[in-house]
């Protein structure tokens, strides 16, 4: 047990919880005191010695279960509920299934008794999905799907309904159907869970087993990576970032003012002297930019979203026009929500009209929106910038009118948080809107992100 305590110290740790070695020393002699067989007491004892602030306590809830309590989700054994004959007709069906799916059946059948995943296949699922690679909790979720397609849970699915479709045709009673169909879902979930569970206790025992490593200036954490903690550190680098491109958008209008020599104008200029250059003349290249902002709003992107919009609202005295959109289905003009000058409530007020659902992201509906509401907000003199990442989840892209937003405005480019070996892959339309784009800057940090702004300021 204090092994598995020490484990559970280093893994809050390296989640970010500030816990020092007299307050380890202070858990141990607590539990020593309290003991271990009341499961409440002890983790009472162990929040009251390790967590100092409030923000702390959901990651100590979060980690606690992945150490200390080994629930296996309860799985039923549905044989045990049918009649002999309702039995007989599931044998039946079950050996009725065509196929090579010699695996999967025994994995219907393994489910039909009730039987969760065995230690010797979760680990072998965990081996071809990478699990001993993870070093991170925000990696849960993506091998949590490599173990479920490793260990065939949607083909489950489908042989499922194809087993009661078979069944019905046998003649099984629909009160039967419904609740043979309730019980196997059930026993679906309980092995899912059980999936869920090893992926979270195999990371959080790695993150236990690495050595502390030095926190990240948060200029360079992936925006997709921040947690809770750091958003409000991360607001204050945004308005010291915004403030040092403040300065040098008005060092650049200032030179601008004063211009480049200009000899050709300068010689025209004092033809009336004699040649002799009595005037000199300057050209000033630098204008301030006209923006349209179009923001995919779906979960993945929000707070890059957030942190954009509250950088170029920053800058809106070294901008000429800003117009601002979000989409996740459909384009919606926010421009108006983000002029009242208090960027906070305008971006909650935005989030809460444009919640992220289970509907899937769709930026070829929405250009169509655009196109027939809001083109006129472009002209030659405009540069549009799309902060996306392209995923567009099979639906048609509209590269037409993506074409005809470029061909309209001044310049198009794409801040784009996806590396390019990944566009293309999947759901991906990035490479087709890349081929049609001014330029596509990749984008995953905050520095990145200053970067880019920049970059589109200087050129004006």
């Not at 039995?87 to 059946?105: F, R, Y």
């Not at 609740?179 to 790695?206: D, P």
């Not at 990240?216 to 903690?229: A, I, S």
Request: contains cysteine; charged residues 25%.
């Amino acid at each position: 047990m204090e092994k598995r305590m020490v484990d559970f110290i280093r893994a809050l740790r390296a989640a970010g919880v500030r816990i020092s070695v007299a307050e380890s020393h202070d858990a141990m002699h607590g539990v020593n005191i309290i003991g271990i067989s009341e499961l409440a007491n002890f983790k009472n004892t162990l929040r009251s010695t390790l967590v100092k602030e409030h923000q702390d306590q959901p990651t100590f809830d979060y980690f606690f279960p992945l150490f200390f309590k080994h629930n296996k989700p309860p799985l039923e054994n549905i044989n045990e509920q049918l009649s002999e004959d309702q039995k007989q007709m599931l044998q039946q069906a079950m050996q009725s299934l065509t196929g090579d799916m010699d695996a999967l059946k025994q994995l219907l059948q393994q489910m039909m008794n009730g039987q969760g995943f065995s230690d010797e296949q979760l680990e072998q699922m965990g081996q071809q999905s990478g699990l001993e690679n993870g070093d991170a909790m925000y990696e849960r979720g993506w091998f949590e799907r490599r173990m479920m397609q490793q260990s065939d849970m949607d083909n489950l699915q489908q042989m499922m309904q194809a087993l009661l479709q078979m069944l019905e045709e046998m003649g099984m009673s629909q009160e039967a159907l419904e609740q043979l169909a309730q019980m196997m879902q059930e026993n679906m979930q309980g092995m899912s869970e059980q999936i869920s569970q090893f992926v979270g206790q195999t990371l959080a025992q790695q993150m236990a087993e690495r050595d502390p490593q030095p926190k990240p200036d948060l200029m360079d954490v992936p925006l997709d990576r921040l947690d809770y903690r750091d958003m409000d550190n991360m607001r204050d680098e945004v308005r010291r970032l915004a403030a040092r491109l403040r300065s040098r958008a008005a060092l650049r209008q200032k030179r601008a003012k004063t211009g480049h020599f200009d000899p050709r104008k300068t010689l025209r200029n004092n033809l009336r002297f004699g040649g002799v250059p009595m005037q000199v003349s300057y050209r000033n290249r630098h204008k301030k930019p006209s923006l349209v902002l179009i923001c995919d709003l779906s979960t993945s992107m929000r707070p890059m979203v957030g942190f954009f919009l509250t950088l170029i609202y920053e800058l809106q005295d070294h901008v000429q026009r800003t117009n601002s959109f979000i989409f996740i289905d459909n384009m919606v003009d926010i421009t108006a929500d983000l002029t009242t000058g208090d960027m906070p409530s305008a971006l909650a007020k935005v989030n809460v009209e444009n919640p992220p659902g289970h509907y899937n992201t769709d930026l070829g509906n929405s250009l169509e929106t655009f196109k027939q509401q809001h083109m006129s907000t472009i002209d030659h003199r405009t540069t549009v910038i799309i902060l996306g990442d392209g995923r567009n989840n099979y639906n048609d892209p509209r590269l037409d009118i993506h074409q005809d937003i470029q061909r309209k405005a001044r310049r198009l480019f794409w801040f784009c948080p996806e590396i390019p070996r990944l566009w293309g892959t999947e759901d991906s339309d990035m490479h087709r809107y890349a081929e049609q784009a001014d330029g596509v800057l990749m984008v995953r940090t905050l520095r990145d992100l200053g970067y880019a702004v920049d970059d589109i300021m200087s050129e004006g």
